[in-house]
């Protein structure tokens, strides 16, 4: 038991079951909202998802109303739309906020939620240090009502008191920290995930998988964010495969929404040096790749390339990832869990490089700097020798060009 002062709180409420959807106007109520302004993206709406949540409140006559639906939602959580959903309360006269859909879209609410509160113009103009962190007691409870229905298993953001924020003016994703910025309930509806495309469901399932990963290495780890991280890991070995070649599994589907939650939650109260999250960002801020595919190339490649990062709590991972009789020797344990790692992403499919993704040897000249002032990497720099070595493996670089030479001497 560790004798170290730590902290542990998840102030979320979360609903977990097939159906659980259905509870949502009745939570609004209880929240005290009367006019909810809903947030998606177009893709939720073409599925068809956006109208089975618009239609719980056409049944229900009365109180609470939606007064509005915002789907102009795009990958990563935008400055310049954030900013844009804001204002689309205001013109609502909304007093609640429901959050429909993946990562993007929960983060962006969080940051319309959290400029309400602030009265700000543009977030953007409010994040320009790359980090923002607020904690209690300056840090009050936001009294906007506030539900989020996650359609992915893979950011956790329904339930984190993090939003990552693309800020375009700076060129990079920006970190906002509050403890009131996450939603009041959560829904975890399997019913809402059964229509994701496969290649989708493996990528969001490796997001979730690194969340646990980087919790459990992670320097501030405690026995609470081990206990959340370890059982997700678990959950995520057993049922990530099922999800991606059966995705009508309701248990499966179930299964892997909670493990993305206890991951999230885990990463963000342990939340300190976290080299996989550092470069994913970099890269899909630069490359526009998604974060959970960015996550699923990068997690075995960092593990190799740090193995003193590692090496310390190797065998109680091995454990959860299902390794029945790992190695005593930390090295070689540390190889058969970078295996074990690549397996699995082999067998949803996903690929070990960004070979669909235009290598652009400009971009790549300054992508030290880029990693290094990432906000994400403040507590831990990467080598910049190790950068250049996970960049070349994973944009498939047979030899070091003149552009990565010259960022090895940053």
Known sequence: MST????????????SG???RTLLPEMIKGLGGKRAVLYTDKGLTQAGITAQIKELFEIMPGTPQLVGVFEDIEQDAKGEIIN???RFFKECNGDSLIALGGGSVLDTVKGIKWMLHKGLHDIRDSLLTGNVMEWWPEAQFIPIPHVAIATTAGTGAEVSPVAVVLNEKLGMKTNLLHPFINAD????DPDLTVGLPPKI???TGFDALTHAVEAYFSPQA???????ALQAIRLIVDNLQTAVRKGDDLSARANMLMASSMAISSFC????????????????????IPHGLANAVLLPNVMQSLPRFYLPRITGFAHALGI?????????????VIQCIRNLRKMVNLPDTFVEFERNDDILQHIVPAVHNDPAGIFFKIPANIITKVINEVFEVTEINKGLTSITRY
Do not use: W
């Open 185 to 188: 309930m959560a829904i975890l």
């Open 18 to 20: 097939a159906g659980s």
């Open 222 to 228: 405690n026995p609470m964010t081990d206990a959340y």
């Open 269 to 288: 109260l342990a939340m300190n040096a976290i080299p996989i999250h550092n470069m994913a960002h970099a890269l899909g801020a630069k490359f526009n």
């Open 324 to 336: 029945t009789n790992p190695s005593g020797q930390p090295e070689k344990c540390l190889e058969e």
């Open 4 to 15: 170290s002062f730590f902290q542990f709180s998840v102030r979320t409420v979360v609903n």
């Open 201 to 203: 469901t493996a990528f």
């Open 84 to 86: 844009h959903g804001a």
